[in-house]
């Protein structure tokens, strides 16, 4: 079935640094969604995009939709402890669907 | 409480055991949906129900699954003759309406060990 690309798998940061994360698929998709996971919690939502080229920021979290709406990326800035966790991008890529297709998800560690 | 809400946190079970996982969303969604995920593994969509009828069940893997939600509130995801491959954290989401898509709100899951 279709799949995300999400790199980078894992990422090991100082706090206060900024991080990059994307995301990119073979095919067009109409929404792609940014989620964040803590041990045993399920998925929240961070960030929604919906069209193509859209920007969207949520505090220090910045996200964007790709003009070729095949790819997306998260930057966090001036990271803290509590950003420790594993991002995912998710997408929907069938117009009219409510399925979400989800990336490998991104894990992220801080050192203080 | 407020949020999603799942039944067992944890199941342990044998080889070819019946199993029934329960989903109790938030009040007023409309919205229901499984998700299945595997150690190391980004969520995979099992199946979305719009009120009480299945309105896609393309990814629910074999016919050992079946999911019910009879009142258009709480759900059940039922798996027979459990193999070990079924192990893994199921999850349920809900969210308010068709439009808000992708904007789903999840519960903590049920982790399934099949041995």
């Known amino acids: 079935g279709q799949q995300l690309n999400q790199s980078p798998q894992s990422m090991f940061i100082q706090e206060g640094e900024d991080v990059s994360m994307n995301c990119t698929s073979s095919?067009?998709?109409?929404?792609w969604l940014w989620y964040k996971q803590e041990p045993g919690e399920g998925p929240v939502l961070l960030i929604a995009l919906y069209k193509a080229g859209e920007l969207t920021s949520n505090g220090r979290l910045t996200a964007q939709f790709g003009i070729t709406r095949k790819d997306s990326f998260l930057n966090i800035s001036a990271s803290i402890p509590s950003d420790v966790g594993i991002y995912f991008c998710a997408g929907q890529y069938i117009q009219g669907a409510q399925k979400l297709v989800f990336g490998q998800g991104t894990r992220l560690t801080i050192n203080p | 409480g407020a949020g999603v809400s799942q039944t067992p946190s944890n199941k342990v079970t044998e080889k070819g055991k019946y199993v029934e996982l329960r989903c109790d969303p938030i009040?007023?969604?409309?919205?229901l949906y499984w998700y299945r995920q595997s150690l190391g593994q980004g969520p995979e969509f099992l199946i979305y129900?719009?009120?009480?009828?299945?309105?896609?069940d393309s990814g629910l893997p074999n016919d050992r699954f079946f999911a019910v939600r009879p009142e258009g509130s709480v759900s059940t995801l039922k798996i027979q003759r459990t193999e070990r491959g079924d192990s893994a954290v199921y999850l349920c989401?809900?969210?308010?309406?068709?439009?808000?898509?992708?904007?789903?709100?999840f519960g903590e899951g049920s982790r399934l060990t099949v041995l």
């Open positions: 129900f719009q009120g009480t009828g299945a309105a896609d």
């Open positions: 095919s067009i998709f109409n929404t």
């Open positions: 989401a809900s969210s308010p309406s068709q439009g808000t898509y992708g904007e789903l709100f």
């Open positions: 009040s007023g969604h409309t919205a």
